[in-house]
């Protein structure tokens, strides 16, 4: 561009110029050439006039040729000619030797109209020549024909002369002039250079201000312009960037997976949510047909229907087979993607956690119906079987009466552990902080303990080392927790069997561990077993009085007092429950 445009401006000058000084150079000698023939003309109009001022005697031809030379006197030729064309004297050539001048324009026009011009190569002579003649009427005798000539040759050395230097003028104005020419074009065409590099730097992003140069004219203003523009392109382009960063930041860091698609149903964008929910590269579902990302008929299909409908649909999706997850997904229409083109975004929001508390609340449900089934069901069997007679049976109705009582407290248990679980699961449980001596809390807990474990014909043993400190937590509930893994332990180890309590402090928590002999927990039930109403054999459980909230319950006070309880076991060799509780200081 640059060198186009240098050669453009530089030889339109220049060829102006050289048409300039042609047109010069030709209108120059044009009027030169006629300037110089009127002065010619003057002269032979001179010798025309001093020649009629005394008129020949033609007819004698030697007075003639005499006449002639004295009017040549000038330095003009003078002939003589016949009205038929025959030459009768000449001052510059023998008359007899020349041939009929009938021909000759000035002579034709001279006896035509009495007087005649011409300008031409003389035959005669050989050279170029101006020409004037009149017609002369004798006193007697025909007329004849006076011509006066003189030569160009004089004239045509002036032009040429004149030519000369005005070719030797114009190639020096053509030096000058050109050079000058070629210097304002390059200046010119490297300002436009330096304002098409501008514009190139402004497209790729870069929107540095031009430096001002110190000419004032309009190429000054249009840069002025472009540095304004780019100036203002690049406030509305951080805004612009600013904005989308800050969405697209939102739309990232969104635990719900969010794409959009366009009408042809290609991902405009997706978010990494949405990408890991589906098993897809975020990096590459960006202008990719959703069909192809995704293979679930149902959120294509959703996906699908949105663009077409007015209001946004809702659907549902579970995703895995293994660890199966479940979604609620939201399609909405949008119409601002494209001018007049529709598209659609798709909400995943996972809804497993919800789900599975849902299932846990009816389990729940279930689980507490049938827990209060059995009692129930018991206590009003046994009351129509006294109010049916059986009231009156010596034998029998203190025995019914006390199975009713047995089920009612059983009922009454269940409602306590219940209403326990219910505060502690609301956030309501109130825990007395205080340093609790792990030593009282053991040796308490293992003398109420000591009856039912003799009754059983279990023994009993305590262990811990002498000095224990304290720990921190709610001397009641830590007694709850302990009393209900001895009990546990007493109910599932078999007579002649064997229960340890023992203590230990570790980094900085207390560890308190009731081992026992008994039957054991299989290991996939080992975690289960911390879950309302879960029972490893539940009609043992009944048996012994159990609600299947125990374990859940105590689970709860420790993690509450930031400790921990687990459980390792063996089937057939016995069980440990550990429980830690943090030190006091
Ligand atoms: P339950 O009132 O039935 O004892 P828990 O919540 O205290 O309820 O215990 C849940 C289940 O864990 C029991 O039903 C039993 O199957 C199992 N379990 C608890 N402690 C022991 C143990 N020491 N030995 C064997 N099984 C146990």
Redesign the pocket.
């Known amino acids: 561009m640059r060198a186009k445009l240098f050669w453009k401006l530089g030889l339109t000058y220049l060829a102006l110029l050289v048409l300039a000084l042609f047109a010069l150079d030709f209108y120059a000698t044009r009027v030169f050439r006629s300037d110089a023939l009127r002065a010619v003309d003057d002269q032979l109009a001179s010798v025309e006039s001093a020649a009629r001022a005394h008129p020949p005697d033609v007819q004698n031809l030697a007075a003639l040729q005499e006449w002639v030379q004295s009017t040549s006197g000038g330095g003009a030729r003078v002939t003589v000619v016949a009205s038929d064309g025959t030459v009768l004297a000449d001052s510059a050539a023998d008359p007899a030797k020349m041939e009929n001048h009938a021909n000759r324009p000035e002579v034709q026009s001279a006896i035509a109209n009495g007087a005649g011009k011409d300008v031409r190569q003389s035959a005669t002579l050989g050279r170029a020549l101006v020409y004037r003649a009149y017609r002369f009427e004798p006193p007697s005798g025909a007329p004849v024909v006076i011509r006066f000539a003189l030569p160009l040759a004089q004239v045509n050395e002036s032009i040429a002369e004149f030519r000369r230097r005005l070719l030797l003028a114009s190639l020096a104005m053509l030096v000058l002039g050109g050079g000058a020419s070629l210097i304002y074009s390059r200046g010119f065409s490297a300002r436009i250079e330096r304002l098409k590099d501008f514009s190139h730097r402004v497209a790729s992003g870069d929107f540095q201000p031009l430096p001002s140069d110190d000419t004032e004219d309009e190429l000054t203003d249009l840069a002025r312009a472009l540095n304004e523009t780019a100036a203002h392109l690049d406030r509305t382009i951080r805004t612009l960037t600013g904005e989308r960063n800050q969405s697209s930041a939102i739309l990232r860091s969104m635990i719900e997976g969010v794409a959009v698609i366009d009408s042809k149903e290609r991902v405009v964008f997706c978010n990494r949510a949405f990408a890991e929910i589906l098993n897809i590269d975020a990096a590459r579902c960006e202008g990719r047909p959703l069909v192809e990302l995704v293979r679930q008929a149902d959120l294509l299909d959703l996906a699908r229907r949105a663009l077409t409908s007015a209001d946004s649909l809702q659907g549902s999706l579970i995703i895995g087979t293994v660890m199966p997850r479940s979604f609620a997904v939201t399609a909405t229409p949008v119409n601002a993607l494209e001018p007049a083109a529709n598209g659609a975004v798709i909400v995943l929001h996972d809804i497993t956690e919800l789900r599975r508390l849902e299932r846990v609340r009816q389990d729940f449900v279930a689980n507490v119906s049938h827990e209060f089934k059995t009692p129930l069901t018991a206590i009003q069997g046994f009351a129509e079987t006294l109010l049916g007679g059986a009231l009156e049976d010596q034998k029998n109705n203190r025995r019914f009466l006390e199975i009713i009582r047995d089920h009612a407290s059983r009922l009454g248990r269940l409602t306590d552990d219940l209403l326990k679980l219910a505060r502690i699961e609301a956030g309501k449980l109130e825990v007395q902080y205080q340093p609790v001596s792990v030593a009282e809390l053991v040796e308490g807990c293992a003398a109420t303990t000591l009856f039912k474990a003799s009754q059983r014909n279990i023994a009993l043993n305590l262990s811990y080392p002498p000095e224990l400190p304290a720990v921190r937590g709610d001397a009641g509930l830590l007694r709850e927790v302990l009393q ?2 001895l ?3 007493v ?3 078999s007579p002649g069997g064997r229960v340890n309590l023992s203590a230990a402090t570790r980094d900085h928590e207390a560890v308190i561990t ?1 081992a ?1 002999t ?4 299989p290991l996939a ?1 080992q975690e289960r ?2 879950e309302r109403f ?5 009609a ?2 009944r048996e ?9 319950i ?1 689970k709860h006070i420790v993690e509450a007092h930031g400790g921990r309880l687990w459980v390792e ?1 063996t089937i057939g060799a ?2 440990q ?1 550990h429980f830690s509780i943090p030190l006091a200081s």
Do not use: K, P
């Open positions: 209900n893994l009990d546990n332990a109910q599932y180890t009731v026992d008994g039957i054991g927990i039930d077993i911390f879960y029972r490893v054999d539940a043992r459980s012994v009085g159990g609600t299947g909230l125990g374990l859940s105590a076991s016995g069980s429950f």
